[in-house]
């Protein structure tokens, strides 16, 4: 019986390794097609319900020995040859159905056998249990989807969800500018809508010190209810939240932008004011601020940082002082005067008054506890007349001590305000960096010219600027790039029509008289010019910096025009007392191994034009400061003779509330020779806009209107020195 038993044993071990076989080429197919159709299932199950199976009690345990050797024969056997790439799911597949065999014998075996049957029949499962661990079918990365992790602080993630519906409704007016709303949607999305300015519902110190900077925006010359800033402690819910966040950044970057361009454009003024373009760029201004130690100083930043403009504010800031506190005012009484010293009479005449400590204090002269009434003293009182559409005469008469007392501090600060808006036009570089950040300043209310050096004064001189109205000097920033000795005056089209030809007619030698060329160009247009010489209208040099206004620097044979206070007579172009020394500063910064003196400059004046081209362009700038600073640490006020002052103000006041530096008041001016009908037989080649004395000026002395056009570009000889 036992050795029917055992041989019963081995045979049973046979046909349990069929079955396995089985069992493995059915998974091989399922793995080589995954989809099974339940009848397939029930096939399998058939197959493996007709093996017999051995009774219970008749089959012995198995042993460790009969678990290898079947591991390593019969299963090894009876396993196809499939791909290496199916072998792991296949592994895979027979370890779950060995799971499936352990755990839920009664769903795969007849219900006949007993529950200890499978014991046997786990060796074959087992054999393939090794791989299991690397069972897993290989993952599809690509295909998986992983939900990114927030990096909002949980206290803050219901502003942030608001800021994303609040930025991503495109209806929205937070942001009128495209550039701005632009760079804010892509600012706060890389922050995954965090908001900035507040943790936890909290505003952070940085929210508070721009919220300070913003409210002191007046002590910059401009108006701090242009920035309204939020309430963040009002704030108490996250839609509340969200929309202080928003109002916080808006401001901030119309703080920057205006603190760096102006108010307004300088094109509202005039078409004769042409300056460089230099605005913010909103995305910069946010990573700016953002990551900056101190935000509120870096938004200060953006306004000028020029020395003038530093100055001039610290001035608002005392006027504004002044202005709080009540004055003493100046007794009326007998008209003080200041003498100045003759031949006849070699000492000046010097009177004392007890009342001239406080017109010294009013009129910021030093001393102010001198009672003499002295030149320094005389001079700001004439000074303080101008300014104040009194006759500029220097005696302190009761007209002028009643003007001193009246209040006057709104109307100083108001002039302070504009010079400080106009001291954004300017560039942030005033010079050139290459040679010491030289460059000129010619500043015309003060008919003054200036050349800079390395932060200071180099050399000065006076200057005659254009008269008032369609004359006026444009106002711009531009570069010298050289210098022109014994210029050639090419007279424009529109003299030779409106003034020339009406004189020749009438006298055929006068432009001989007058020492002017008249010739045909090849294309028939007539051209007149005045060849170089003492005579010459523009002298005997010219600074040329082309510019669209044509208009330049210039020598002029009329001296005498410069020992008058106020110096505006020409027709748009600057007249240079000593253009021979202004030439050799310049030469000297651009070229300093040359060493160039005036009088090396005046060797050079004869028939023939001559260039002296700089290597680096020095840049000049044209300026309109009716109120500044100077090197006494005084300031000083001139007259508006332009009117840039009151039309600056007019709009500052009137337009409360508006975007100004977006209004653009016209369009810029066209600088063309105009159109008009030419006498039959007559043409006329391009010119451009003059400025000097016209023909009947220059010939009878008279103010006769002049059309303001010249051309800058000298014909003939020339002789380029390097």
Same mark, same amino acid.
Request: glycine letters at 6%; charged letters at 25%; proline letters at 8%.
């Given at each position: 019986?036992?050795?029917?038993?055992?041989?019963?044993?081995?045979?049973?071990?046979?046909?349990?390794?069929?079955?396995?076989?089985?069992?493995?080429?059915?998974?091989?197919?399922?793995?080589?097609?995954?989809?099974?159709?339940?009848?397939?299932?029930?096939?399998?199950?058939?197959?493996?319900?007709?093996?017999?199976?051995?009774?219970?009690?008749?089959?012995?345990?198995?042993?460790?020995?009969?678990?290898?050797?079947?591991?390593?024969?019969?299963?090894?056997?009876?396993?196809?040859?499939?791909?290496?790439?199916?072998?792991?799911?296949?592994?895979?597949?027979?370890?779950?159905?060995?799971?499936?065999?352990?755990?839920?014998?009664?769903?795969?075996?007849?219900?006949?056998?007993?529950?200890?049957?499978?014991?046997?029949?786990?060796?074959?499962?087992?054999?393939?249990?090794?791989?299991?661990?690397?069972?897993?079918?290989?993952?599809?990365?690509?295909?998986?989807?992983?939900?990114?992790?927030?990096?909002?602080?949980?206290?803050?993630?219901?502003?942030?969800?608001?800021?994303?519906?609040?930025?991503?409704? +495109?209806?929205?007016?937070?942001?009128?500018?495209?550039?701005?709303?632009?760079?804010?949607?892509?600012?706060?999305?890389?922050?995954?809508?965090?908001?900035?300015?507040?943790?936890?519902?909290?505003?952070?110190?940085?929210?508070?010190?721009?919220?300070?900077?913003?409210?002191?925006?007046?002590?910059?010359?401009?108006?701090?209810?242009?920035?309204?800033?939020?309430?963040?402690?009002?704030?108490?819910?996250?839609?509340?939240?969200?929309?202080?966040?928003?109002?916080?950044?808006?401001?901030?970057?119309?703080?920057?932008?205006?603190?760096?361009?102006?108010?307004?454009?300088?094109?509202?003024?005039?078409?004769?004011?042409?300056?460089?373009?230099?605005?913010?760029?909103?995305?910069?201004?946010?990573?700016?601020?953002?990551?900056?130690?101190?935000?509120?100083?870096?938004?200060?930043?953006?306004?000028?940082?020029?020395?003038?403009?530093?100055?001039?504010?610290?001035?608002?800031?005392?006027?504004?002082?002044?202005?709080?506190?009540?004055?003493?005012?100046?007794?009326?009484?007998?008209?003080? +005067?200041?003498?100045?010293?003759?031949?006849?009479?070699?000492?000046?005449?010097?009177?004392?008054?007890?009342?001239?400590?406080?017109?010294?204090?009013?009129?910021?002269?030093?001393?102010?506890?001198?009672?003499?009434?002295?030149?320094?003293?005389?001079?700001?009182?004439?000074?303080?007349?101008?300014?104040?559409?009194?006759?500029?005469?220097?005696?302190?008469?009761?007209?002028?001590?009643?003007?001193?007392?009246?209040?006057?501090?709104?109307?100083?600060?108001?002039?302070?305000?504009?010079?400080?808006?106009?001291?954004?036009?300017?560039?942030?570089?005033?010079?050139?960096?290459?040679?010491?950040?030289?460059?000129?300043?010619?500043?015309?209310?003060?008919?003054?010219?200036?050349?800079?050096?390395?932060?200071?004064?180099?050399?000065?001189?006076?200057?005659?600027v254009g008269k008032a109205g369609k004359h006026a000097t444009p106002l711009m920033t531009e570069t010298m790039k050289y210098i022109t000795v014994n210029p050639?005056?090419?007279?424009?089209?529109?003299?030779?029509?409106?003034?020339?030809?009406?004189?020749?007619?009438?006298?055929?030698?006068?432009?001989?008289?007058?020492?002017?060329?008249?010739?045909?160009?090849?294309?028939?247009?007539?051209?007149?010019?005045?060849?170089?010489?003492?005579?010459?209208?523009?002298?005997?040099?010219?600074?040329?910096?082309?510019? +669209?206004?044509?208009?330049?620097?210039?020598?002029?044979?009329?001296?005498?025009?410069?020992?008058?206070?106020?110096?505006?007579?020409?027709?748009?172009?600057?007249?240079?007392?000593?253009?021979?020394?202004?030439?050799?500063?310049?030469?000297?910064?651009?070229?300093?191994?040359?060493?160039?003196?005036?009088?090396?400059?005046?060797?050079?004046?004869?028939?023939?034009?001559?260039?002296?081209?700089?290597?680096?362009?020095?840049?000049?700038?044209?300026?309109?400061?009716?109120?500044?600073?100077?090197?006494?640490?005084?300031?000083?006020?001139?007259?508006?003779?332009?009117?840039?002052?009151?039309?600056?103000?007019?709009?500052?006041?009137?337009?409360?509330?508006?975007?100004?530096?977006?209004?653009?008041?016209?369009?810029?001016?066209?600088?063309?020779?105009?159109?008009?009908s030419i006498p039959q037989g007559v043409a006329f080649n391009d010119g451009a806009r003059n400025s000097e004395p016209n023909f009947f000026e220059r010939l009878?002395?008279?103010?006769?209107?002049?059309?303001?056009?010249?051309?800058?570009?000298?014909?003939?000889?020339?002789?380029?020195?390097?």
């Amino acid at each position: 019986m036992r050795d029917f038993n055992k041989s019963r044993s081995g045979f049973d071990r046979v046909l349990m390794a069929v079955a396995a076989s089985f069992l493995t080429v059915s998974v091989g197919a399922a793995t080589a097609q995954p989809s099974v159709s339940p009848r397939d299932s029930v096939s399998k199950l058939a197959i493996d319900a007709a093996v017999p199976r051995p009774e219970p009690t008749n089959v012995p345990p198995p042993t460790v020995t009969d678990f290898k050797a079947d591991t390593t024969s019969d299963t090894t056997a009876s396993v196809p040859d499939t791909t290496k790439a199916s072998e792991k799911s296949v592994g895979a597949t027979l370890s779950e159905a060995s799971k499936v065999t352990e755990t839920k014998p009664e769903e795969t075996k007849p219900a006949a056998i007993a529950p200890a049957a499978p014991a046997p029949a786990a060796a074959p499962a087992t054999a393939v249990a090794p791989a299991a661990p690397t069972a897993e079918p290989p993952r599809d990365v690509a295909r998986e989807v992983t939900k990114p992790t927030s990096t909002v602080a949980t206290a803050d993630q219901t502003v942030a969800d608001r800021l994303r519906e609040m930025l991503g409704n +495109k209806t929205s007016r937070q942001f009128d500018r495209k550039g701005e709303r632009a760079a804010v949607e892509k600012f706060y999305t890389a922050r995954d809508f965090a908001p900035l300015w507040t943790q936890g519902g909290i505003a952070t110190a940085t929210a508070k010190g721009l919220i300070a900077r913003l409210k002191d925006a007046g002590s910059e010359g401009l108006d701090a209810a242009d920035y309204p800033v939020p309430d963040f402690t009002a704030a108490n819910t996250p839609e509340a939240q969200a929309e202080a966040e928003l109002k916080l950044t808006a401001s901030m970057l119309d703080y920057a932008r205006q603190a760096q361009s102006g108010r307004m454009h300088w094109s509202q003024i005039d078409g004769d004011i042409m300056y460089p373009e230099h605005p913010t760029d909103p995305a910069e201004v946010l990573a700016n601020i953002s990551t900056a130690k101190d935000a509120s100083a870096a938004l200060a930043s953006y306004n000028p940082q020029h020395e003038g403009y530093k100055k001039l504010k610290a001035k608002l800031a005392e006027l504004r002082g002044e202005s709080e506190m009540p004055v003493q005012p100046i007794a009326e009484g007998p008209a003080l +005067k200041f003498t100045k010293a003759t031949k006849k009479n070699p000492n000046p005449t010097v009177v004392e008054d007890d009342r001239v400590p406080q017109v010294r204090a009013r009129l910021h002269v030093a001393n102010a506890s001198d009672i003499k009434y002295d030149a320094e003293v005389a001079d700001a009182v004439r000074k303080f007349q101008a300014n104040s559409n009194l006759k500029a005469t220097g005696i302190l008469d009761d007209a002028t001590v009643r003007a001193i007392n009246a209040p006057k501090r709104d109307r100083q600060i108001d002039t302070l305000l504009v010079n400080l808006e106009r001291w954004r036009w300017l560039p942030r570089e005033l010079g050139a960096a290459s040679i010491g950040n030289a460059y000129v300043m010619l500043n015309i209310p003060d008919y003054t010219l200036k050349v800079m050096q390395n932060g200071g004064q180099v050399w000065t001189t006076r200057v005659v600027v254009g008269k008032a109205g369609k004359h006026a000097t444009p106002l711009m920033t531009e570069t010298m790039k050289y210098i022109t000795v014994n210029p050639t005056w090419n007279v424009p089209p529109s003299i030779i029509y409106n003034e020339y030809l009406p004189a020749l007619q009438q006298d055929p030698t006068v432009l001989d008289r007058m020492g002017l060329k008249l010739t045909r160009n090849a294309d028939g247009s007539i051209h007149v010019s005045q060849p170089p010489g003492e005579a010459n209208a523009l002298g005997r040099i010219r600074f040329n910096f082309p510019n +669209k206004f044509l208009v330049y620097q210039h020598d002029t044979p009329d001296k005498n025009l410069f020992s008058r206070d106020e110096r505006a007579f020409s027709h748009g172009c600057m007249r240079v007392q000593n253009p021979d020394q202004y030439a050799a500063t310049l030469l000297n910064i651009t070229m300093p191994n040359e060493r160039h003196t005036p009088e090396k400059v005046r060797s050079m004046y004869g028939r023939s034009e001559i260039d002296l081209k700089f290597p680096t362009p020095i840049p000049v700038n044209i300026t309109y400061q009716t109120a500044f600073v100077d090197d006494a640490g005084k300031l000083q006020m001139r007259k508006d003779v332009y009117g840039r002052d009151a039309q600056m103000l007019n709009i500052l006041k009137n337009a409360k509330g508006k975007d100004l530096e977006q209004i653009v008041a016209r369009a810029q001016p066209s600088y063309a020779r105009p159109r008009a009908s030419i006498p039959q037989g007559v043409a006329f080649n391009d010119g451009a806009r003059n400025s000097e004395p016209n023909f009947f000026e220059r010939l009878f002395g008279g103010g006769f209107a002049q059309p303001q056009q010249s051309s800058p570009g000298p014909r003939g000889r020339r002789t380029e020195v390097r």
